[in-house]
């Protein structure tokens, strides 16, 4: 097979970038889209010039590092999967192809298809984590979880922390991302105590990192390569919603009144 | 002169914990904040240490060369995670598990260690619960449990086939707690280029951003590496493509010792390679085998369709050869097994390098919903790879490099040969033996990061009292110099080859010679062809680009040259080891039947290697004693 690619070039954070052309030749249905590019690197490298940069590691599409822009969908045309996925059979033969970083306030280039996606870890810091001291856990199963809950937990969690959904949203939302671990933690009996807080200090984090807010255009949960469900975000902003309540002192259910957790 | 003192404790296995964590010495909380630790890496074993650490109230620097610090390998692991909880009430017990981790590791491991961390185990499910990890519940509410390779018993708690990234993601998140304390500073995209000694002790780092290229000495009052595996040494392997040898190999050239570097674990089930041009190879989770059955046709070359081959005509070989275990014998077991029967050429798929995975049997008796339950991310995957569809045809695998029993030596207390550089999770040598069990990579790197290393390091701190370096110390300008120069080194080279394709070839020479089976005149070809490449690649690598500026090109090439020499460190140990022990086959040591033949006389003993500048590396043993277990012959059959 062979293709067109157009690649978004720039060398830093503050250069000015732009589209540049490059023919891939010779690529095979079962490469996958990554090693199509690796490809294209060799060569580069070994004409002088400085290869693509882009970011990849785990390429099983669990560590969130590979971050493209296919032809303006974040992580290409399939659903449910990362860029490293992503393999050429997809594609037909002779077409051009173009490739971006996520583009975002918040994510600024680093260098070509490289972005920083640390306002996502700030996000993180500013809430998204239990504060339990090591040692001194009760039993796992001291308190039970109803098998539900629990995959209803898992669903949440199983964010890879990519930004797709960023990149895919008009406004630049992480309400995905936010909605998923706040989701996660609000849903185990661990993660009541805090979930107020918790909430509220997320949304924060991710209003001044300069994230926008949320469009109802669902356009990440059908680029979230976990298939992470937007209802999610409905339980944010109940979640939200709720710490407001609980934070203004107002009973959270008039049937019980001092109760912080349902 | 090197000496290799384990400092286990003596008397009782059941206690030797407690009574080292009752005679250590403990560091006054007023001091634990004028106190610097340097932790490296940021998977399960790096995060959860930083974390504990800075919980308990030092101040840690923790470094990563990823974007973020949830990124690390540890995220990739499938499978699950042991503990002896018994919840199964199936005959489970602390002394099971160390007694299946001390077999399934070949008796190459100490008992001291393996008994702790079988105590530890059912701490970390605790821990882990109260940090919000989603585990797999059953209807009624309580933790679910699989069965894994090697273990007859049902002890592996997961979640979905994510076990790896719901544990990392629950240590990141313990670490965001302590940054956002302000305990732990967090410096992502920043590697470990080399170690600072002076007066005999680790004394700090140095870094290079991998952003804006500059290169900084990091000094603290103790180093803990959790730098990982080197799989990645062969090429092709299930690791991700940053994980490297760098750190612990700079730390090994620095004076730290390096142990039994040969016990390399290949792994069965991963989808087979296919072309030239594959970066990786992906695994599938061994899991599987709880359902799935291995067969090949009976006959060579039998090209038909796998389902029009009726029973008769398949050979499920290691429900043949090992009728007590079954498809669950421990991976090197399965391993071999496989790229024998392929080696025979009764292997099915491109180039004979595969056997099939079926799971026909299970969805005829338990239905493919439960299947798909269990195993449908699986199947997504091996269809998006394949292009097939599993619940239809078989899978086909072929075994793949996996992870490293092998790393950095280290004591009970997990302190390697440099007093005050501490090595933990997959970077160190010390629990596995010669062939870790599934689920257990999990269990070491947390038990090692949450509940070791914080007792331990404090016992050290609390009696070297070694005060930070100054700056501008000469031992930081000669190690800042090392670094500098190696990289304008790098950068000056002829540019006719690049790194990849250096890496790829001795990524071959490994997998022929030193692979899942070794021989005497094989790893002498490889010792011999070794230098030669690695001479090339200082002529010739091709590395564009400048060093002061984001260059991943420079990055993987700096990586590469170390895989360059540190290949060599990996063949000299298995030359040395005339035995075939766990995942290290030696071709001159098996029975008449092809079964692998340990030589408890003569390698009974963990291999300790010193770096000498001038020369080969000198072999240093500490004997393993096995007080509470007789070491028998690992049968399966």
Not at chain 2, 109 to 134: F, H, K, M, W
């Amino acid at each position: 097979m062979k293709f067109t690619l157009k690649i978004w070039r720039q060398q830093g954070p503050n250069e000015k970038g732009g589209l540049a052309t490059y023919e891939a030749d010779e690529i095979g249905p079962d490469m996958s889209f990554l090693e199509m590019l690796d490809g294209v690197n060799q060569r580069l490298i070994l004409a002088g010039e400085e290869p693509v940069a882009f970011e990849h590691d785990c390429r099983e599409g669990i560590c969130g590092s590979c971050s493209l822009v296919i032809d303006g969908v974040p992580h290409g045309p399939d659903r449910g999967i990362t860029t490293c996925q992503l393999y050429m059979r997809r594609f037909s033969d002779g077409v051009t192809i173009t490739i971006e970083p996520w583009r975002a306030r918040a994510f600024p280039v680093i260098k070509d298809l490289v972005v920083d996606r640390s306002a996502l870890d700030r996000v993180m810091r500013a809430g998204g984590y239990i504060s339990v001291n090591t040692g001194g856990a009760v039993d796992g199963n001291a308190q039970l979880i109803g098998k539900e809950q629990a995959e209803t937990a898992m669903d949440a969690a199983s964010c890879i922390g990519c930004g797709a959904c960023v990149a895919a949203c008009k406004n630049a939302s992480a309400m995905l991302f936010v909605a998923a671990k706040v989701s996660h933690l609000a849903s185990l009996p661990q993660g009541k105590p805090e979930r107020a807080r918790r909430v509220t200090a997320m949304i924060e984090a991710m209003d001044d990192e300069g994230f926008g807010s949320c469009g109802n255009l669902y356009e990440c949960e059908a680029v979230c390569p976990k298939s992470i469900s937007v209802r999610f975000i409905a339980t944010l902003n109940r979640e939200y919603l709720r710490a407001g309540i609980v934070e203004s002192g107002v009973p959270a259910d008039p049937e019980t009144p001092h109760a912080e957790s349902d | 002169m090197m000496t290799l003192d384990p400092k286990i404790p003596p008397g009782p296995l059941e206690t030797k914990w407690d009574r080292r964590r009752f005679s250590e010495k403990l560091v006054s909380p007023a001091n634990k904040r004028r106190i610097k630790v340097i932790v490296v890496g940021t998977g399960l074993a790096g995060a959860s240490a930083a974390s504990t650490l800075g919980q308990l109230g030092y101040e840690v620097e923790c470094f990563c060369f990823h974007d973020s610090p949830r990124r690390a390998h540890s995220i990739a692991a499938q499978g699950g995670i042991n503990a002896a909880k018994n919840y199964q009430d199936d005959g489970d017990s602390v002394a099971r598990l160390f007694y299946d981790t001390i077999k399934g590791g070949d008796f190459r491991s100490r008992e001291a260690n393996v008994y702790r961390l079988a105590q530890i185990s059912t701490q970390i499910i605790d821990q882990c619960v109260a940090l919000g990890v989603p585990f797999a519940r059953e209807y009624g509410g309580q933790l679910a449990n699989r069965s894994f390779g090697g273990v007859q018993v049902s002890r592996t708690f997961y979640c979905r086939g994510q076990t790896g990234q719901q544990l990392l993601l629950g240590a990141y998140s313990a670490l965001c707690w302590q940054i956002e304390r302000g305990q732990v500073t967090m410096h992502p995209r920043t590697e470990m280029l080399d170690l600072i000694l002076a007066d005999g002790h680790a004394r700090g780092i140095v870094v290079r951003d991998l952003v804006t290229g500059r290169v900084t000495a990091r000094t603290a009052h103790a180093i803990v590496l959790a730098t990982g595996g080197y799989s990645n040494v062969y090429y092709l392997s299930t690791n991700a493509s940053g994980c490297n040898v760098t750190a612990t190999y700079r730390a090994w050239k620095q004076g730290a010792a390096f142990a039994n570097p040969c016990f390399t674990q290949i792994h069965p089930t991963a989808i087979p390679p296919t072309e030239t041009y594959q970066a990786k190879l992906t695994l599938m989770s061994e899991s599987l085998r709880n359902d799935g059955r291995l067969w090949v046709p009976t006959a060579p070359s039998d090209n038909r369709p796998p389902d029009t081959i009726p029973a008769s005509e398949r050979d499920y070989f290691l429900e043949r050869r090992y009728p007590r275990f079954g498809n669950l014998v421990p991976r090197d077991v399965a391993s071999r097994a496989v790229k024998s029967l392929c080696d025979e050429g009764r292997g099915v798929g491109p180039g004979g390098q595969g056997v099939y995975l079926d799971f026909s049997d299970v969805i005829e008796q338990q239905g493919i919903d439960v299947v798909r339950e269990r195993y449908g991310n699986l199947f997504d995957m091996y269809r998006r790879i394949s292009g097939e569809d599993a619940y239809r045809v078989p899978m086909r695998i072929y075994p793949a490099p996996h992870y490293t029993m092998g790393g950095l030596w280290v004591d009970y207390n997990l302190m390697s040969t440099i007093p005050g550089l501490f090595v933990i999770g997959e970077a160190n040598f010390a629990d596995h033996g010669a062939n870790r069990l599934g689920a257990s990579s999990l269990m070491q790197g947390l038990a090692d990061g949450y509940f070791i290393l914080p007792y331990t390091i404090g016992h050290y701190l609390a009696t070297a009292k070694v005060p930070l370096l100054p700056d501008n110390h000469s031992a930081s300008q000669a190690a800042l110099e090392r670094v500098t120069s190696r990289v304008k080194k790098l950068l000056d080279a002829g540019k006719r080859r690049t790194a990849a394709s250096f890496h790829r070839e001795v990524g071959r020479i490994l997998w022929d010679h030193c692979g899942m089976e070794r021989c005497e005149t094989g790893l002498k070809l490889a010792l011999q062809t070794i230098p030669a490449l690695r001479e090339e690649f200082w002529r010739d690598v091709a590395v564009p680009g400048s060093g002061d500026a984001f260059n991943q090109e420079l990055e993987y090439a700096g990586r590469v040259a170390d895989f360059l020499e540190f290949a060599e460190l990996l063949c000299y140990d298995a030359l040395h080891r005339e035995e075939s022990c766990g995942a290290h086959f030696r071709e001159e040591s098996q029975t008449a039947d092809g079964e692998p033949q340990r030589d408890d006389v003569r390698f009974a003993h963990v291999a300790a290697w010193e770096y000498r500048m001038d020369g080969p590396p000198v072999l240093h043993k500490e004997p393993l004693t096995f007080e509470f277990v007789q070491p028998t012959t690992r049968s399966y059959q």
